[in-house]
């Protein structure tokens, strides 16, 4: 199983995932910058010219959550993922889905009018406008949260990396995280091992 990646990038979900799973994997850096992701061999590999991709075997896999879910089914007793069609599973989509769509959506577009697109294609309002969305996800979270340790119940899951993930990129580009709760989620999954060694793979 190879992973193609590139440091602090959203392919540190997939290298997350690995991580808890167990799973043994090479790793290999696209130099994003340098344009490699848009260059063969990786265009080949994923001609969306983005990372991350998992590729075993036949299979060439993009999308850092679908990755991260295919490493919780082919390493079940993982248990990264309740048993499909229970309601604890559905609760665990819905949470990943929120993730990717109501925080990394906006966490996208203020990276893009800050740092990615040209100076010219820039537009500043939108930064805050992205900022005021990430806000209320922060409030729908911790209302999703509670007492709970975990997003679903006492077990970590995709869901729990997934927001883990978009929270850490929220503090590295100083979004406010403006809930105790949240933050206090935060540092639960920052501190997980698994992500630790997924960070220090990365930057090897
Ligand atoms: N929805 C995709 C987004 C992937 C993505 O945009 N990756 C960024 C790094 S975080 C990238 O490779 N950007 C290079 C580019 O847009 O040219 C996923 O979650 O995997």
Not at 16 to 22: D, F
Not at 52 to 68: D, H, K, N, Q
Not at 168 to 180: E, L, R, T, Y
Request: proline share 5%.
């Amino acid at each position: 199983m190879k992973i193609y990646g590139h440091v602090n990038s959203r392919s540190t979900r997939a290298l997350w995932a690995a991580e808890e799973v167990g799973a043994s994997y090479e790793y290999e850096s696209i130099d994003l910058m340098g344009g490699a992701a848009r260059r063969e061999p990786y265009i080949s590999i994923n001609p969306g010219g983005k990372v991350p991709a998992l590729v075993e075997g036949e299979l060439v896999l993009t999308e850092s959550a679908a990755i991260c879910n295919y490493l919780a089914n082919r390493f079940p007793e993982a248990s990264l993922l309740p048993k499909e069609g229970s309601k604890e599973r559905a609760l665990v989509d819905r949470w990943s889905y929120f993730a990717m769509t109501e925080m990394d959506a906006p966490l996208w577009t203020l990276t893009k009018h800050k740092m990615i697109y040209p100076e010219g294609k820039r537009v500043p309002a939108i930064i805050d406008v992205a900022i005021g969305e990430f806000a209320r996800s922060v409030q729908l979270l911790e209302k999703g949260l509670g007492a709970q340790e975990f997003i679903v119940g006492s077990r970590f899951s995709v869901a729990d990396l997934l927001l883990g993930h978009c929270l850490s990129w929220a503090k590295a580009f100083q979004v406010p995280i403006d809930s105790d709760i949240v933050m206090a989620y935060a540092k639960r999954l920052w501190a997980r091992p698994a992500l630790v060694r997924a960070r220090a793979r990365e930057m090897a």
